[in-house]
């Protein structure tokens, strides 16, 4: 045995263990660079698919998803009326009050601006309008500046409370059955006082205010928005009773279309 | 030609008056009993071919009253018709039948009064033949709100009368 042959058994005693180690370390960089490559491989076909189906998703799940997500909210706020009104109520409470308070600034302005012209000619005849019909003069300046509109009239037949004519510039509520309602309230308004020749004159509804004007056969309800005061009220009681006075006979309370066409041309 | 009339529906309480009103307007029943509180108005339009007019109910669905006496009159001015429903299962809501009849006849002369059995789906016919001495001579229709059963040909053969 040479020297070479003696340093090469030397070396196979002292190295076996690290050269099993390094090539065990080689077989697992092999396995994992293969992995690597494989997965670049398979990201490379599968990424268009799964985008295509990301933007199916996205286009799809307002239509199939929409209608049970509204379902569900729908029911949730029906289950927690109270959670959601004590949830809502302080937003809504603001917006409410910056939207009033800014109506009141607005007609506060107006007013300030009325009140500087103390002295002009229209506040002349406004002091000697509110001496002669006894309304307060800032009740008058509202009117000036929330003017009331007639929004609807309807003759109803007294006791039916079936609708005798009607007139409205836009048709918004089923006359029939409002009718029916106010003559219904009427009555028990009326019953329940127990007291004879009293009559019910005037209901509020939400902004709306609903003048009554009694006739014998029949009532005129007057649907009113905007301010009503006394001076409008006056005015309007005038015109009613002229209207029924003059352009109404007892002919017109059964020929139904006669009455319209003189309630339009009266109130038009 | 279009013409309203005010219907009025009048008898004990529970006997179905909402009932039969819910099934000619909104043709829907339910099983839940709400007692009615003073007055509901509702509103149904019918068309008479025949007599090429539109007949507009307007229905008034009086609260229930085991007295009817104690009706407020003045919910019974101006009704074309008034339709006095009883129920056929209980026989106190038909107990005083004449005297309600009579009473409501003395109130408003010359207003028709239909008088209906309702709930007739419950019982059967041998049932409503045993008991005719009690409300048979009275009655012109046994209807049932819950399942329909003449409760169309009701209102609509009172809106045809009616406009005759």
């Known amino acids: ?268 | 030609m279009k013409v309203s009339k005010k219907i009025v529906l009048l008898g004990y309480f529970g006997v179905g008056k909402s009932s039969l009103i819910r099934r000619f307007v909104e043709n829907t029943f339910s099983e839940d009993y709400k007692v009615s509180i003073g007055v509901h108005i509702f509103k149904k339009n019918i068309t008479i071919p025949e007599k090429g007019t539109d007949v507009s109910l307007v229905i008034w669905d009086l609260e229930g009253n085991d007295d009817i006496t104690n009706t407020r009159l003045s919910y019974l001015l101006g009704t074309h018709a008034f339709i006095y429903v009883y129920d056929v299962t209980r026989p106190a809501t038909y107990k005083n039948l004449e005297n309600e009849i009579n009473f409501l006849k003395e109130k408003q002369k010359n207003t028709p009064i239909t008088v209906v059995g309702n709930k007739e789906d419950l019982v059967t016919k041998a049932y409503l033949k045993q008991n005719s001495n009690d409300f048979g001579s009275l009655t012109d229709f046994y209807v049932s709100a819950k399942t329909g059963d003449k409760v169309n040909f009701l209102f609509s053969n009172l809106a045809e009368a009616l406009i005759k």
Do not use: C, W
């Open chain 1, 1 to 268: 045995m040479n020297q070479d042959e003696r340093l090469s058994i030397l070396k196979d005693i002292l190295l076996t263990d690290e050269r099993e180690y390094a090539q065990k370390v080689e077989e697992k960089l092999k396995i994992v660079e293969e992995l690597v490559n494989k997965q670049n491989q398979l990201s490379d076909r599968v990424n268009p698919i799964i985008e295509e189906r990301l933007n199916d998703f996205v286009i799809e799940i307002p239509k199939t998803l929409g209608p049970v997500i509204t379902e569900a909210l729908k029911s949730e706020i029906k289950n927690s009326q109270d959670a959601v009104v004590e949830a809502l109520f302080p937003i809504i409470g603001k917006m409410i009050k910056k939207y009033i308070q800014q109506e009141m600034q607005i007609l506060s302005e107006q007013i300030n601006a009325k009140m500087n012209n103390a002295f002009s000619f229209e506040a002349l005849k406004r002091k000697f309008k509110s001496k002669r019909t006894g309304v307060s003069e800032a009740d008058l300046m509202l009117q000036e500046l929330v003017h009331p509109i007639i929004e609807q009239i309807m003759v109803i037949e007294k006791g039916s409370g079936i609708i005798i004519s009607e007139y409205s510039k836009t048709q918004a509520i089923d006359e029939d059955m409002v009718s029916g309602m106010l003559t219904a309230i009427k009555s028990f308004a009326e019953d329940a006082f127990e007291k004879e020749n009293q009559e019910l004159n005037y209901i509020e509804y939400d902004s709306f205010h609903i003048h009554l004007q009694n006739f014998s056969d029949y009532y005129i309800a007057v649907i009113i928005s905007g301010s009503y005061n006394a001076l409008f009220k006056s005015q309007l009681e005038d015109k009613l009773l002229d209207f029924a006075q003059n352009s109404i006979n007892k002919q017109d309370i059964i020929n139904r279309d006669s009455f319209s066409e003189k309630l339009k041309k009266h109130f038009q």
